[in-house]
């Protein structure tokens, strides 16, 4: 069992920054992947970027290159997805999760934080 809590979420101006956290606590957390997704209402679930469980792969949706960096604090278990440039269109919910198999949508979630872009 992994319990994951999102943090720093908020309002931000176009162009601005914000860094999220997410905490993670349980079981065996070593083997897991994290990754941060975003969900918007009526659309689909996106994969925002995605760091192995060892920190020494990640990946990035289009949308977020070279404006999101994703890293990976492994003595206080916590995964931060800095944001800059930060765009009306990033506004959404976004949502940590933990996975055991690479590439795959699974495993367990926290309860999201919300990022709002606006002028």
């Known amino acids: 069992q992994v319990q994951l809590v999102e943090s720093g979420g908020g309002l931000v101006q176009p162009g601005g920054s914000l860094r999220l956290s997410c905490a993670a606590s349980?079981?065996?957390?070593?083997?897991?992947?994290m990754a941060w997704y975003r969900h918007a209402p009526g659309k689909t679930r996106e994969l925002v970027s995605a760091?192995?469980?060892?920190?020494?792969?990640?990946n990035y949706a289009d949308s977020v290159k070279c404006r999101f960096t994703i890293s990976i604090d492994k003595g206080t278990n916590t995964v931060r997805l800095k944001m800059t440039s930060l765009k009306l269109e990033d506004t959404v919910v976004y949502y940590c999760?933990?996975?055991?198999?690479?590439?795959?949508?699974?495993?367990?979630w926290g309860q999201g934080t919300q990022v709002t872009v606006s002028s």
């Open positions: 999760n933990a996975h055991r198999n690479w590439g795959t949508v699974s495993g367990y």
């Open positions: 349980g079981n065996n957390l070593r083997v897991y992947h």
């Open positions: 760091i192995s469980n060892g920190g020494s792969i990640n």
